[in-house]
C-alpha cells in the first residue's frame, strides 16, 4: 500500500519564494531530487544551506562531532516567542545544565511510575471515541480527537491534571491556535536577522504564545507553592523543579521551568498527536494490519493487568507505529549550524552554513530502503529493515541530542494504537488525506477516519 506523499517542486525560487511555499507547506517546496541526493545546497547572498542525506553525514552531525554543529540561532529567534530558551533551542553549557535536570525524569525507573497516567490518558481516549461511533459508523477528523489524547497523557504525567481540568483545557486550546499561526520555517529562522531588531514575527504568532506561557506559568506558580508546602504529587513537574544539577547545585527557575514546560507540551503533545493520527490512518488503509494489531491487543491486554511489561508484548503495534513515523516523521527537518569552515562531500561550507538533516527525505531514501513508500511494518523484522534503520531512522533525532522522551512516546504510541484498534474497527473516510509540514506533519485538512464499534 502506497500512502499519500506531497508533489515536489522542481522549479528554482528565491529566498522570499521559498519562504512563501515554506509557510503553506515545507514539504512541497521543496524538490523531488533529494529523495535521491547524498546532499544538496542552496545558496543565495542572504543564506548558505546544506541539506545532508548521506548517513556519514547524519552521523557526523549528530554523533561524531556535534558540538561543531549546533542548533541553529536562527531556528531558534524562529521559535522564541514560544519556546524561549528550552532545551530545544539552547547549545553548549546552557543545554548541558538543562539536559541535566532534565533526562532523570525520563530514566526507565520513572516511566514505571508515570505508565499509570499514560493508561489512564489512553483509556478516556478509547471512552471517547466509542461514545462517538455509538450511534453507528461515523466519519471524523481524528487529528483533534489525538491532539486530546496526546495533552492528556502531557497534564496527566506532568501536573496531575486531566485535560478536562480548566486551565489544561485551556493550554490545548491555545497550542491548537499557535498551530495554525507558526509554521515551522519562518522569516525569523531563515533571514540572517539583526541580534538588536526584534524578529519578524506575525501579531498572532505573538498572541498565542503570550497566551500559552502565561497559561503555563500560572501552572508552574502553584506547582512552585504545592513543593514548598510539602503538598506537591510525585510526577514529571514535581521532580524536575526539585532536581538540582550535580554540577552546579543550581535548580531551574519558575521562568526557566515556563521554557521547559513548553517544549515538553510541543514535543510530547503535538509530535504524539501527528504519529498516532498518521499510524491510525495507515491501519485504515491496510486494513490486515488493522486486524493484526487488534488481535494481539485482545490477546495481550485481556491477559492480566496492563502494565508497562504489556507493551513489550505488543511487536505488531509497535512495529505500525515505527513503520507510521518512518513515512511520517513528525518532526521532519532539524536544522544545525556550522561553526567554522567545513568541508562536505567535497563542497566547502563557510562558518555559519545552516546544515539541514531532513528525517522526512532520510526515512523515505531510494538509495536507503526497499520500497521507500510503501506502508510494510514487516520490513522491521528483516535484516535489510533492520540495516536501513541503522543508517536513515531518526524520528527522535540521534546522539547526545536525542530526544529525552523517546522512551516515554514508545510506549504512549504503540498502547494507544493498540487500545483503539481493540475497540474499534477503522475505515478511510472520505477523502484520503494529504500531508504538510507546519510544526509537526499533519494532513493539509485534516485526515478523515470512519469508526465503527468493533463488537
Not at 489544561?168 to 499561526?181: E, L, N, S, T, Y
Not at 543550581?250 to 513548553?262: G, H, K, L, Y
Not at 498527536?273 to 498518521?278: D, E, K, R
Request: charged share 25%; with cysteine.
Amino acid at each position: 500500500m502506497i500512502p499519500p506523499k506531497p508533489a515536489s517542486s522542481d522549479r528554482r525560487g528565491t529566498v522570499a519564494g521559498l519562504a512563501r511555499g515554506f509557510r503553506r507547506d515545507l514539504l512541497s517546496a521543496l524538490p523531488a531530487k533529494l529523495y535521491r541526493a547524498w546532499m544538496a545546497e542552496f545558496r543565495s547572498p542572504l543564506i548558505r544551506t546544506a541539506l545532508c542525506n548521506d548517513p556519514a553525514l547524519v552521523r557526523l552531525v549528530l554523533q561524531d562531532r556535534p558540538q561543531d554543529f549546533p542548533k541553529s540561532a536562527r531556528l531558534a529567534r524562529g521559535l522564541a516567542p514560544l519556546l524561549g530558551r528550552s532545551v530545544f533551542v539552547t547549545n553548549g553549557e546552557e543545554w548541558a545544565f538543562q539536559r541535566r535536570i532534565i533526562d532523570p525524569a525520563f530514566e526507565r525507573g520513572r516511566l514505571r511510575e508515570t505508565f499509570p497516567a499514560i493508561h489512564d490518558a489512553s483509556v478516556a481516549a478509547v471512552r471517547r471515541l466509542e461514545a462517538r461511533a455509538a450511534g453507528g459508523p461515523v466519519e471524523i477528523d481524528i487529528e483533534p480527537e489525538a491532539s486530546h489524547a496526546a495533552a492528556d497523557v502531557i497534564f496527566r504525567t506532568l501536573f496531575t491534571l486531566p485535560i478536562e481540568h480548566r486551565t489544561a483545557a485551556q493550554v490545548f486550546a491555545a497550542f491548537r491556535a499557535h498551530q495554525d499561526a507558526q509554521p515551522i520555517v519562518n522569516l525569523a529562522a531563515i533571514l540572517p536577522w539583526p541580534r538588536w531588531l526584534s524578529p519578524p514575527h506575525s501579531r498572532r504568532t505573538r498572541a498565542t504564545a503570550r497566551t500559552i506561557r502565561r497559561l503555563i506559568a500560572d501552572l508552574v506558580g502553584a506547582r512552585a507553592a504545592a513543593i514548598a508546602a510539602g503538598t506537591a504529587p510525585g510526577d514529571l513537574a514535581t521532580k524536575i523543579m526539585t532536581t538540582a544539577d550535580p554540577v552546579t547545585g543550581r535548580r531551574f527557575t519558575p521562568a526557566e521551568m515556563v521554557d521547559q514546560v513548553a517544549i515538553f507540551f510541543l514535543a510530547g503533545h503535538e509530535t504524539s498527536a501527528s504519529a498516532l493520527s498518521w499510524s491510525l490512518w495507515l491501519l485504515a488503509a491496510a486494513p490486515e494490519w488493522q486486524d493484526r494489531v487488534a488481535a494481539e491487543a485482545r490477546e495481550v491486554l485481556a491477559a492480566g493487568p496492563v502494565d508497562l511489561a504489556a507493551v513489550s508484548r505488543l511487536p505488531v503495534a509497535r512495529a505500525v507505529f515505527r513503520e507510521a513515523m518512518r513515512l511520517y516523521p513528525p518532526v521532519p527537518m532539524v536544522v544545525r549550524e556550522t561553526t567554522r569552515p567545513e568541508r562536505l562531500r567535497d563542497r566547502d561550507l563557510p562558518r555559519g552554513t545552516q546544515v539541514i538533516l531532513s528525517p522526512w527525505h532520510l526515512h523515505r531514501h531510494e538509495r536507503l530502503w526497499a520500497d521507500p513508500d510503501a506502508f510494510d511494518p514487516a520490513r522491521w523484522d528483516s535484516e535489510a529493515g533492520r540495516a536501513s534503520a541503522r543508517d536513515a531512522y531518526i524520528p527522535f533525532s540521534a546522539g547526545q541530542r536525542v530526544c529525552p522522551g523517546a522512551g516515554f512516546a514508545m510506549i504512549e504510541g504503540p498502547l494507544m494504537l493498540a487500545l483503539i484498534v481493540a475497540a474499534l474497527r477503522i475505515g478511510r473516510g472520505a477523502a484520503d488525506p494529504v500531508p504538510v509540514a507546519r510544526l509537526t506533519v499533519r494532513g493539509r485538512d485534516g485526515i478523515r477516519l470512519r469508526l465503527s464499534l468493533r463488537d
